[in-house]
């Protein structure tokens, strides 16, 4: 079995690597090979170190031919540019996202044409592919079956990407899996270019002592997903079959990661509760209207059934999503925090 993961540098890429290598082994199959793709050398050295991993580093285009050199099984498709980038930029949106997906695609599709095994494709799209209904509106909970209605550059690319997936898979060139992702918090490290950086930022920043700045109204409701949670629902769509019975997948239909419906001011009282005030008071609330105009067409609240189906829940509480961070980083709390917060 030879896995490929592309955006493995990043930090849900870095994650799902090191998951793949302590269980060695997908769908019950042992990994023998694992391909770490990125643009930059992954910092985790244990990718190169491990001699199941082969590291591959720049464009993903110029490198897919080394890529699938020998026979690929499984890619899990993380590389993209992000929300704020494909705003700001829409040619790179463009090429990162669609014109990188379409010839890896092409690539998988190659390989199954000359004999080789038809890989799995495993694509990260988001909820950005949904738009939010107008103010005063109903909004019901979304679901896979609500009909897509991007509001930015990001999302309806990552919608095309989507719909190619489904058809190639029509097709028989592919087996793809698309897994929708929520608002991945709380990440560690530094903010990277997504216009959610601040979701993770105005947790992680004060429970390091810094001050942060919320660029969002407070009573904005965001859909989440813990890091842990995430990569658990990455493997588990990417290893059900294909059927229509319990715990399978219908088709290409996408699966939502299951989403836990925060709102801001929900968060800050965590913080204040877990960190105290003298934490919860280094974030200051500073609205952005490019920011929340990207950010607030992104729905809130989701039906997490098909999720469920699959044996994936959300996180609990916010409260659980906090303390998960503070015991997988250590390093990053403040020491009066890491005292308040020690188990």
């Keep these: 079995m030879r896995v490929v993961v592309t955006g493995a540098s990043g930090f849900v890429g870095r994650l799902l690597v090191r998951e793949l290598l302590r269980t060695r082994s997908f769908a019950g199959t042992p990994v023998t090979g694992l ?10 050295h244990g990718q190169s170190t491990d001699p199941v991993v082969r590291v591959v580093t720049g464009d993903l285009v110029d490198r897919l031919a080394e890529v699938f050199a020998e026979p690929v099984d499984v890619v899990f498709h993380l590389a993209a540019a992000v929300s704020a980038e494909c705003e700001a930029d829409f040619d790179l949106g463009m090429r990162v996202n669609v014109d990188a997906t379409r010839a890896l695609l092409e690539a998988a599709r190659a390989q199954s044409a000359a004999g080789g095994p038809t890989a799995r494709v495993v694509f990260t799209s988001s909820i950005a592919v949904y738009g939010r209904p107008a103010a005063g509106e109903a909004t019901p909970p979304v679901g896979e079956t609500t009909l897509p209605a991007p509001r930015s550059s990001y999302g309806t690319q990552k919608l095309m990407c989507e719909q190619l997936i489904a058809d190639m898979t029509r097709r028989g060139f592919v087996e793809g899996r698309v897994a929708r992702l929520m608002t991945v918090a709380v990440r560690p490290g530094r903010p990277n270019a997504a216009a959610s950086g601040f979701v993770s930022g105005i947790i992680r920043e004060p429970l390091a002592g810094q001050p942060a700045v919320c660029p969002v109204p407070p009573d904005l409701k965001l859909a989440l997903a813990s890091p842990r949670t995430t990569v658990r629902a990455l493997l588990r769509i990417a290893e059900a079959g294909r059927g229509s019975g319990p715990g399978q997948l219908r088709e290409a239909t996408p699966v939502n990661v299951p989403a836990l419906t925060v709102s801001v001011a929900d968060m800050l009282d965590t913080l204040r509760r877990l960190a105290g005030p003298e934490t919860a008071d280094l974030v200051t609330v500073a609205p952005a209207p490019a920011v929340e105009a990207l950010v607030g067409s992104w729905p809130a609240i989701f039906d997490n059934r098909r999720a469920a189906d699959l044996g994936l829940l959300p996180d609990a509480t916010f409260e659980a999503v906090v303390r998960d961070y503070a015991a997988d980083h250590p390093e ?9 917060l020690a188990p």
Aim: hydrophobic share 45%.
């Design 332 to 340: 990053a709390l403040a020491d009066h925090v890491r005292r308040r």
């Design 35 to 44: 391909v770490s793709v990125d643009r930059v050398a992954p910092a985790d």
